[in-house]
T-cell receptor, first 115, second 122 residues
Framework: DSGVTQTPKHLITATGQRVTLRCSPR?????VYWYQQSLDQGLQFLIQ???????AKGNILERFSAQQFPDLHSELNLSSLELGDSALYFC??????????????FGNGTRLTVT | AQTVTQSQPEMSVQEAETVTLSCTYD???????LFWYKQPPSRQMILVIR??????QNATENRFSVNFQKAAKSFSLKISDSQLGDAAMYFC???????????????????FGQGTELSVKP
């Protein structure tokens, strides 16, 4: 168990809808990262937050947004969903990105299926 | 831009044998960090091993070791005495050093390769 909790585990929704994915980092971790893994693909970095502030941004679509709350949990909001958004969405956490050899600890992911 | 390439989409190894998974990366930096992650069928991402670029000594973790060739920008993973439980997708990943990450707003993200699917035959 990595200590990173993601909910829900599975999500099935229709095109055009909006969903929210939730992540609770490991206790003490201040950084949260979101990744997208499409079928048979590697992990694509979406966005990172550190202690409530956006730290780095990847190829995140404008339809997607995220935030990190004062209690350090994070939410990834996906709107106007398209079939191509179907993927496994991972959240990961680390104590700080100022300790670069500290690995990212990943949650079990949320499987999103858009029909 | 930094990229990570895993040229072997699939590999196979006999149980108890040794296998090496390849990874190359492209960077102009001299300081950085490299990782191997394992993703079994459960889809969980599990850290296997990590290497700091400034260290010449290759990292080892039990049956897992790396061959880090900085000049060649190569970071291969060797699995010795392969076990059935080693069957998984393996991802190589690159991370910026702190100064570079701050200058270019890269944070602490990992840049992943496309993965190598390892099967272990009994």
């Amino acid at each position: 168990d990595s200590g990173v909790t993601q909910t829900p585990k599975h999500l099935i929704t229709a095109t055009g809808q909006r969903v929210t994915l939730r992540c609770s980092p490991r206790s003490g971790d201040l950084s949260v990262y979101w990744y997208q893994q499409s079928l048979d693909q590697g992990l694509q970095f979406l966005i990172q937050y550190y202690n409530g502030e956006e730290r780095a941004k990847g190829n995140i679509l404008e339809r997607f947004s995220a935030q990190q709350f004062p209690d350090l949990h994070s939410e990834l909001n996906l709107s106007s969903l398209e079939l191509g958004d179907s993927a496994l969405y991972f959240c990961a956490s680390s104590p700080s990105d100022r300790v670069p050899n500290s690995p990212l600890h990943f949650g079990n992911g949320t499987r999103l299926t858009v029909t | 831009a930094q990229t990570v390439t895993q040229s072997q989409p699939e590999m196979s190894v006999q149980e108890a044998e040794t296998v090496t998974l390849s990874c190359t990366y492209d960077t102009s930096e001299s300081d950085y960090y490299l990782f191997w992650y394992k993703q079994p069928p459960s889809r969980q991402m599990i850290l296997v091993i990590r290497q700091e670029a400034y260290k010449q000594q290759n990292a080892t973790e039990n049956r897992f070791s790396v061959n880090f060739q900085k000049a060649a920008k190569s970071f291969s993973l060797k699995i010795s005495d392969s076990q059935l439980g080693d069957a998984a997708m393996y991802f190589c990943a690159y991370r910026f050093s702190i100064p570079v990450s701050m200058i270019y707003n890269q944070g602490g993200k990992l840049i992943f390769g496309q993965g190598t699917e390892l099967s272990v035959k009994p």
